[in-house]
């Protein structure tokens, strides 16, 4: 919003006056005249406002209109080629300007300007001067019948040939606009005679005429005539008008405008000047006669806001920025001490618990390893008295076998429940028939086998070695040689497994 | 606008980048606040969860305590922890022969030497082997010695092996001689109390 606060002025030989604009709001400085007071006091209020940029609406006589239709180019062509038109048409003219209206739909398709010139501004120059001097940044000047263009697109005007009659500070202007864009306008200025009401039809029919001799209006088009005048003097030119039917005719009322230009009737009604400088203050300027040189200030003006918009923005997103990042640390270090008073409530309650252990040396995990360890090398071994049982049932069934000795082992490591057991032993009543010797160790092993918790039985030590490898020697006894045989000893190795309880 | 009049913007220009520098200053500033909030906050979660591990792990000990406590205590008071005691051990074996009937007995005690890393499980536990050679005159008394000396016994042992053996002419004899040997080795184990008592 601040960047579209602006001065609107609007200067016509006699005076100049002053619009404060900014959307929605307006301020009416007041009017000065061309004496040297008018111009003092403007330039004291110039003075306040010199931070604001400026738009100067033109309304004089010495103005001039021509359109022209140039090829389409762009860029720096485009601006060679309108310099040059520019200074063609309007010679040494320093306030000119073009605007490119719209763009030729058959042909070559060329573009089809408006030019426009201030033919003589010895009277703007003290206004301009004042502007300079206070380094106001000027950022336009256009003519009047732009600003009324503006006013007719707020009125919804949607006929496309119309003659707007604007009667202001005594005069009168006659502005031609096709299809809501100006191609023509002139002023009858208040000293004439023409200025009388009655002669404001002939005014307009003579315009009429010019318009289509200059081809500018086709000759089968119907104007459209627009009565504007808040002192109220053009309305009884509107009868002999629609008299004609190249005319159609109709009066614009203060109320209707105020209401499409958002303006109250009675300011309007006091300041009637206001109506074009608040219909083009808002827009883009179209029209533009100010001299490069003369809008440097604005230039200035416009990279100095520029930057000072990007500092602001930049400003503010730091700002915003920093500060969320440091709510959003806050809010971290808030969490950090909710933490902190958790790991604390956790340690006092650890302490107590620690608290209500009993003195010892040891960790309560080797306390129970300990225990543990103990239970596992505590546990029942295999019964004894159940091992010596199923080797003397074995043995109890044969007779002529000896146990000379019995020895038994078992692992620490599980499974403690089972037992390797070495028997030796030997044959008692051996004839020298080791054949017959082996069937009873067989015997012997086959009832091992078949006792209880006994699970595997092998041969460990042989009477007699039979293998082809080795040397077998011996000896045969007679049938009553019995005591002169030898011992027959052999060894057994067995697997014990006692019965899960 | 085309080309800027730097000449007149110095302060406009001034302006903005001081308002850069400050926004980059600011923000820097305040992101560097986040890191160090955000890893003082990471520190934060992993001292608490500590502490919750260790108040899990006090709940645990206290559970242990309650529940291995009065058999660990029993364990000391029987000799199973802390050094070994041999003379008790000695003074078992020969009350169990006594007891059992039997007719005397040889002892070895071999110096005291580490368990296996697998039966020890971390612990301090020590194994002493002690060999015994008695005579006896029928086979149950062996499981009769071992099952008064495993009532008598001060301490944690394991029979690991026994050898009967025929003395002399098997030959019958009414008398009431003992023929026959009995040799065991057993294995005594002490754990040495370690210290770290309460956390």
Not at chain 1, 267 to 272: D, G, I, S, W, Y
Not at chain 1, 320 to 345: C, G, P, R, V
Not at chain 1, 386 to 401: C, V
């Amino acid at each position: 919003m601040i960047f579209t606060h602006r001065l609107i002025l609007l200067a016509t030989p006699r005076h100049i006056g002053v619009l404060d604009w900014r959307p929605g709001q307006m301020h009416w400085l007041g009017e000065f005249s061309d004496h040297v007071t008018g111009q003092a006091a403007f330039r004291k209020l110039i003075t306040r406002y010199a931070h604001l940029p400026v738009l100067l609406v033109i309304d004089t006589v010495d103005e001039d209109y021509r359109s022209e239709i140039l090829p389409h180019v762009q860029g720096r062509a485009r601006d060679e080629m309108l310099a040059r038109k520019l200074k063609q048409v309007f010679r040494n003219a320093r306030f000119t300007g073009s605007w490119l209206q719209a763009r030729e739909t058959g042909g070559r398709r060329d573009d089809r300007y408006l030019l426009a010139a201030l033919t003589d501004t010895d009277w703007l120059l003290p206004w301009l001067s004042v502007l300079h001097r206070e380094q106001v940044p000027l950022y336009g000047i256009t003519p009047l019948a732009m600003a009324c263009q503006h006013m007719l697109n707020k009125l919804k005007v949607q006929e496309t040939h119309v003659l707007l009659a604007y009667r202001l500070n005594n005069s009168l202007r006659l502005s031609y606009y096709h299809n809501g864009l100006l191609r023509f306008s002139r002023l009858i200025s208040g000293e004439t005679p023409t200025q009388l009401p009655g002669n404001a039809a002939d005014e307009i029919a003579k315009t009429q005429l010019y318009l289509t001799g200059q081809r500018i209006l086709p000759r089968e088009a119907r104007l459209h005539v627009l009565l504007l005048d808040p002192s109220g003097q053009l309305d009884s030119a509107q009868a002999p008008l629609n008299a004609d039917p190249a005319f159609s005719t109709r009066l614009i009322d203060l109320s209707h405008l105020g209401h499409a230009l958002h303006i109250p009737d009675a300011f309007l009604a006091v300041t009637p000047d206001i109506a074009p400088l608040a219909a083009i203050a808002g827009e883009a300027i179209q029209l533009n006669l100010a001299p490069a040189e003369l809008m440097q200030r604005h230039t200035e003006f416009r990279w100095r806001r520029n930057l000072h918009a990007a500092a602001g923005v930049i400003g503010l997103a730091g700002l915003l920025m920093t500060a969320a990042f440091w709510l959003h640390a806050q809010d971290l270090n808030n969490q950090i001490d909710q933490l902190h008073q958790q790991q604390h409530h956790t340690r006092v309650r650890h302490q107590a618990i620690v608290a209500t252990f009993p003195l010892q040396t040891v960790a309560p995990e080797q306390l129970a390893q300990t225990v543990s360890l103990a239970q596992q090398l505590n546990a029942p071994q295999p019964d004894a008295v159940k091992l010596l049982a199923a080797i003397g049932q074995a043995m109890d069934a044969s007779p002529d076998i000896t146990l000379d000795a019995l020895a038994w082992e078992h692992a620490l490591d599980p499974p403690r429940r089972e037992v390797n057991i070495d028997l030796d032993a030997s044959l008692t009543k051996f004839d020298g028939n080791y054949r017959a010797a082996m069937q009873r160790i067989e015997g012997l092993m086959n009832r091992l086998r078949a006792a209880p918790g006994i699970v595997d039985v092998n041969l460990r030590n042989s009477p007699v070695n039979t293998d082809s490898s080795s040397t077998l020697t011996g000896k045969t006894f007679g049938p009553n040689a019995s005591s002169e045989a030898p011992a027959v000893n052999f060894g057994l190795s067995v697997r014990y497994r006692e019965a899960s309880p | 606008m085309k080309t800027p009049p730097f000449a007149v913007l110095k302060l406009s220009i001034l302006l903005a980048v001081i308002a850069l520098a400050l926004t980059t200053v600011g923000s820097l500033w305040s992101w560097r606040q986040v890191e160090i909030a955000s890893a003082a906050l990471q520190q934060a979660n992993s001292e608490l969860n500590a502490a919750r591990k260790q108040l899990d792990l006090s709940h645990q000990q206290k559970q242990l305590i309650a529940t291995h406590l009065d058999a660990y205590q029993a364990l000391k008071a029987r000799g199973f922890i802390g050094a070994e005691n041999r003379l008790a051990w000695v003074e078992a074996a020969q009350q169990a022969n006594r007891d059992t009937g039997l007719y005397g007995l040889d002892y070895r005690l071999t110096p005291q030497v580490a368990s296996p890393a697998a039966l020890a499980q971390g612990l301090k536990l020590g194994q002493t082997s002690m060999t015994l050679i008695f005579p006896i005159l029928v086979e149950t008394d062996l499981p009769r010695f071992l099952a008064a000396l495993k009532q008598r016994a001060p301490g944690i042992f394991d029979v690991q092996r026994c050898k009967l053996s025929l003395q002399g002419d098997p030959v019958f004899e009414a008398i009431n001689q003992p023929r026959m040997l009995a040799e065991c080795e057993l294995l005594w184990f002490t754990i040495a109390e370690q210290a770290g008592g309460n956390p």
